[in-house]
């Protein structure tokens, strides 16, 4: 339990999340990207990926709690972190996300994404340019080294603004185009 000031901030077990559930007390937002949501959810959630997840745009329905997850636990956890540097008074996430909802024999919508996740496909992508760089600049010569740096600074950019260049145009790739539903309600104008 971390706490910043007045904040707290919890990560909640998923047989507690299923508890509150099933007494209609929480209001369940997966921080996820809508390719991983619009594959397998927890049922009820709302979608909030994690760039614009800010303290405006998390809901806040009076008597409910609000409870964050994604797929591990680690985006949900960062998602905990911000709001919390925000000012919210409780922030609460589901421990090891949907990975330990499912482990735990909990009941899912929708099936697992058969393909890559967009996510994955930028880390390899980024780690392949990057050795990519680093070989061709040992043995071909040393101005491949940008390429490196070039990615280095691409994904420092993603990790400071939340926006990453490298994942938008891996989305509009062939094999991921595939339709998901429409989640406009989740562009609030604080993180725009």
């Not at 994404?113 to 880390?123: A, F, G, K, Y």
Request: proline share 5%; hydrophobic share 45%; net charge neutral.
């Amino acid at each position: 339990m971390n706490t910043h000031d007045t904040t707290t901030i919890q990560a909640v077990p998923a047989d507690t999340l299923r508890q509150w559930i099933d007494d209609g007390a929480v209001v369940l937002v997966d921080v996820r990207e809508p390719d991983e949501f619009g594959g397998e959810r927890i049922g009820d959630a709302r979608l909030l990926p994690l760039g614009q997840v800010c303290r405006d745009s998390v809901p806040d329905e009076f008597g409910l709690r609000t409870v964050l997850y994604c797929q591990g636990g680690h985006r949900s956890a960062m998602a905990a972190e911000r709001l919390a540097l925000e000012g919210a008074s409780e922030v609460l996430h589901l421990e090891g996300g949907i990975k330990a909802w499912k482990a735990a024999g909990l009941p899912i919508v929708g099936q697992p994404i058969e393909r890559m996740s967009i996510m994955r496909q930028v880390h390899l992508t980024a780690g392949m340019l990057v050795v990519l760089g680093n070989v061709l600049g040992a043995f071909v010569s040393p101005w491949f080294l940008i390429l490196a740096g070039f990615v280095g600074c691409g994904l420092m950019f993603a990790g400071l603004t939340g926006t990453c260049g490298l994942a938008m145009l891996i989305k509009r790739m062939p094999w991921n185009r595939r339709s998901t539903p429409n989640h406009s309600r989740c562009k609030p104008a604080c993180c725009s």
